[in-house]
Nanobody, 126 residues
Framework: QVQLVESGGGLVQAGGSLRLSCAAS????????MGWFRQAPGKEREFVTG????????YYVGSVKGRFTISRDNAENTVYLQMNSLTPYDTAVYYC???????????????????WGQGTQVTVSS
């Protein structure tokens, strides 16, 4: 089992920034690719970004590319999501997820991820 706990969400004005953290425990963190998903009210949970086991490979969906940055610290068992230039469209509950994968690829669908955090709310006001 892997336990994931997100933090760092909150209310921010459009154009502002937030940094989300996801602390992992329970298994060897570096055995997992990590992803961030988000779910807006009335919408499906969607993949936002992911990072492979050693941080060498990252992937972003087009709507956040250039604004969001994912990173990880395997010594601290933590993955981060730096979000800049936020817009109201970024308002959602953000979830981190762990995928048992030691490779230079990243899963981009919900079904590929094995463990999930409880989510943290991000609200961007206009």
């Amino acid at each position: 089992q892997v336990q994931l706990v997100e933090s760092g969400g909150g209310l921010v004005q459009a154009g502002g920034s937030l940094r989300l953290s996801c602390a992992a425990s329970g298994r060897t963190f570096s055995n997992y690719a990590m992803g961030w998903f988000r779910q807006a009210p009335g919408k499906e949970r969607e993949f936002v970004t992911g990072i492979n086991w050693n941080g060498a490979v990252t992937y972003y969906v087009g709507s956040v590319k250039g604004r969001f940055t994912i990173s990880r610290d395997n010594a601290e068992n933590t993955v981060y999501l730096q979000m800049n230039s936020l817009t109201p469209y970024d308002t959602a509950v953000y979830y981190c997820a762990a995928e048992r994968r030691i490779a230079y690829t990243i899963g981009t669908t919900r079904s590929q991820y094995d463990y999930w955090g409880q989510g943290t709310q991000v609200t961007v006001s206009s």
